[in-house]
């Protein structure tokens, strides 16, 4: 089944921990993306991915980091996590760039505390 | 940057009637707009995009207009069903297609 996954789907943290939210996806898409979606202000686009070894800043990038090494994988990392990053975080893939259908993967709503 | 601002924020209609939600954007050089779908607790999913070289695009109920010289495009939503009740994103992208700007969304509540 061609389908984004994340791993966690849920998780709870403590300002400054170290945390890496995966996210995967089996349709061979060039194209990787992260997004925050937080009440009232929509999915911002925090980075992207055009391709293995290829990632530039969205729009919030801030207090984040990505890392493509494969095509299928496009970890966010978050190396000190604050409170104003508790948000819902969703992975997404395309075939090539954003003029195609973007596959979302399921959500990981981050708490940090 | 792109800029989208989306109206209504909250949209309530009775089943059966229509519903239009509107969008503008800043970058006048932004030539993909896509609309997507999001019900309570899921994932957004793509229902309908537009480019700028077409003026309106329809899929059964669902149509999209584009004003390039307004720098404004709608989803019209007709013959409206408790199951269109969702909140609905639209975006935009400047050419090269490497970002995707969403507005803040519309909370459509559709009810029987």
């Known amino acids: 089944e061609a389908q984004v996954t994340q791993n966690p789907r849920y998780l709870i943290t403590v300002t400054g921990k170290k945390l890496t939210v995966t996210c995967s996806q089996n349709m061979n898409h060039e194209y990787m993306s992260w997004y925050r979606q937080d009440p009232g202000l929509g999915l911002r686009q925090i980075y992207y991915s055009m391709n293995v070894e290829v990632t530039d800043k969205g729009d919030v990038p801030e207090g984040y980091k990505v890392s493509r090494k494969e095509k299928r994988n496009f970890p966010l990392i978050l190396e000190s996590p604050s409170p104003n990053q508790t948000s819902l975080y969703f992975c997404?893939?395309?075939?090539?760039?954003?003029?195609?259908?973007?596959?979302f993967g399921p959500g990981t709503r981050l708490t940090v505390l | 940057g792109e800029n989208v601002e989306q109206h209504p924020s909250t949209l309530s209609v009775q089943e059966g009637d229509s519903a239009v939600i509107k969008c503008t954007y800043s970058d006048s050089a932004s030539n993909y707009f896509p609309w997507y779908k999001q019900e309570l607790g899921k994932r957004p999913q793509l229902i309908i995009d537009i480019r700028s070289n077409v003026g309106e695009k329809k899929d059964q109920r669902i149509a999209v207009t584009l004003n390039k010289t307004a720098k404004h495009f709608s989803l019209h939503i007709t013959e409206t069903q408790p199951e269109d009740s969702a909140v609905y994103f639209c975006a935009a992208s400047p050419p090269g297609y490497s970002t995707l700007t969403f507005g803040k969304g519309t909370m459509l509540l559709v009810s029987p």
């Open positions: 997404a893939s395309s075939f090539e760039l954003v003029g195609n259908e973007q596959f």
